[in-house]
């Protein structure tokens, strides 16, 4: 098993988020070709429960990852660019 060091709790979170992604992507990839699976269909669904919570609880804290979480209804403002950019840090 690798054993992974992380700087602080956002690279860690951020690194979660990745991790959980990945798996939602491949597991909906295997379900295109064997929609049938029952079990495959159960851990897509745990893995995307699990991957919306640490996206919502990453946004929540360090702000947006995609548009989608850009939500102006709590605050009022618009916070999408108020963060680095990747190509200054921002996903360091």
């Known amino acids: 098993m690798m054993n992974t060091h992380f700087d602080n709790e956002k690279e860690k979170m951020l690194h979660d988020v990745n991790v959980l992604s990945f798996v939602v992507t491949e597991m909906s990839l295997y379900l295109d070709t064997h ?28 702000g947006p990852l995609t548009l989608s979480c850009a939500d102006t209804s709590e605050c009022g403002d618009w916070k999408w660019a108020l963060g680095p950019m990747p190509w200054e840090g921002g996903c360091n």
């Open 35 to 62: 929609p049938d699976d029952r079990n495959a269909m159960e851990y897509f669904n745990h893995y995307n429960r699990m991957s919306n919570q640490a996206k919502k609880e990453y946004c929540a804290k360090y």
